[in-house]
């Protein structure tokens, strides 16, 4: 046996993000309906609720759903959705780091000082921001895995000790302003995706999807493995392009897409393929699922929860940074208010499960267009915020209440 069969064999979570189970139409019909039965609803119940969301807020106002609002919710799910990507990977070991909020905006003011005040280039500037959350990210690690001190306690005195550090870096003005002109601003404000360009990508996306299906159902069939069926694949395919090719027309009808969410789409992609197809993602699910279960597999659980807290400050500091260039500036409130429980909430909402071991890339991305929509409905409406909060709350709920059941499902059957 392989070392990432070993891995395979005590993360059985992981295999709900393979997409080479199915075999065919009616094994894809198959194979979802003995999810469903075992309480692995995966994505369906959070796609069902932004259903329910628009189709609410179109209705009460017709604006929602038009192509410069769809563009507006698009760039603002960009800063907390990273966010909420790094939270995911904390989810996934059965862990939390509750400073993400503090985090980036003590990257926000870091940019701010060294860019504006220190006068260097504003990449140079993103750069040290980022380097130096990903060493807070290292110090975490060494006091989880060496003292053992738990990850709520140890987050959440980076909370309180980093917003010191934000605060006192900010002075007495309390606020930086960042160039208009800067790339940094322009690339969170104004530039977008040419249309032809969209159009290109997603047509290059359908490609690669299939590509990559196609040679893993071959290697499988190779292997003497049953494998998705090529009509599937091509389905599959279609499907992506016909569905983002709508979005995009849609999209390009206003201002087009923005480069900052395709950074975030980029980000998503890539941290789906690390953790359905490398042996670290699935080392990760296995961390999450059993954690002694893991170590007897020879995995190196100190690493993989070091590396988890890493990712999380790291993309944190993304986040917060690109907050702070949507608004040109960064200043004592930057990653405060509700920045830390919507980064939380909206990992938990997309699917990621509080208790380790489920969850997905797609978590983040689904989960902060279910708050953004939310948050921007409700402002289109002119509600103020208490409701934002109230409605936000009980969709959070709702969506741990289902994971719960599904959890008990699971175990039920044999599968937890």
């Not at 609803?41 to 038009?66: D, K, R």
């Not at 563009?71 to 993400?100: H, K, R, T, Y």
């Not at 690669?208 to 694949?233: D, E, N, V």
Request: aromatic fraction near 8%; hydrophobic fraction near 55%.
């Amino acid at each position: 046996m392989s070392d990432l069969d070993t891995v395979e064999a005590v993360a059985p979570a992981a295999a709900e993000f393979d997409p080479d189970r199915p075999r065919g139409f009616r094994g894809t019909l198959t194979v979802l309906g003995e999810r469903f039965r075992g309480g692995d609803l995966g994505v369906a119940p959070v796609v069902a609720g932004l259903i329910v969301i628009w189709t609410v807020m179109q209705s009460l106002n017709p604006i929602f759903l038009s192509s410069t609002n769809l563009v507006n919710l698009a760039i603002e799910c960009v800063p907390v959705g990273i966010i909420a990507l790094g939270v995911m990977f904390m989810l996934l070991v059965g862990q939390i780091d509750l400073s993400v909020g503090s985090i980036s905006g003590l990257s926000a003011a870091v940019t701010a000082v060294l860019f504006v005040d220190q006068g260097l280039s504003p990449w140079l500037a993103v750069a040290g921001a980022v380097l130096l959350a990903c060493l807070i990210g290292w110090l975490y690690a060494q006091v989880f895995n060496r003292l053992g001190v738990p990850s709520f306690v140890i987050t959440l005195a980076g909370l309180l000790g980093f917003l010191g550090v934000q605060l006192w870096m900010l002075g007495a003005k309390g606020s930086i302003n960042l160039p208009f002109d800067s790339g940094l601003v322009t690339f969170a404000q104004l530039q977008f995706v040419p249309p032809w360009l969209s159009y290109a990508l997603v047509a290059a996306g359908a490609v690669a999807l299939f590509a990559s299906g196609y040679a893993r159902a071959s290697a499988r069939r190779s292997a003497g493995l049953p494998a998705t069926s090529t009509q599937a694949l091509l389905l599959r395919s279609a499907v992506l392009l016909v569905g983002l090719g709508a979005a995009v027309w849609y999209l390009n009808r206003d201002r087009g897409v923005g480069w900052m969410f395709v950074l975030f789409l980029g980000l998503v992609l890539v941290t789906h393929y690390v953790l359905s197809r490398t042996k670290y993602g699935k080392s990760l699910y296995a961390v999450g699922g059993n954690v002694e279960a893991a170590r007897r597999a020879g995995i190196n659980v100190k690493a993989i929860y070091a590396s988890a807290f890493m990712l999380c400050t790291t993309l944190a500091a993304i986040g917060g940074v690109l907050a702070a260039a949507r608004l040109a500036a960064a200043n004592q409130s930057s990653g405060g208010g509700d920045v830390n429980l919507n980064a939380i909430a909206a990992a938990v909402i997309g699917g990621t499960s509080l208790f380790g071991g489920r969850g997905s890339a797609f978590a983040a991305l689904l989960g902060i267009v279910v708050i953004q929509s939310i948050s921007s409905g409700l402002t289109l409406l002119n509600l103020d915020s208490s409701y934002r909060f109230m409605v936000t709350g009980a969709v959070l709920l709702l969506a741990v209440a289902l994971d719960s059941v599904a959890r008990r499902s699971r175990a039920s059957s044999g599968r937890a």
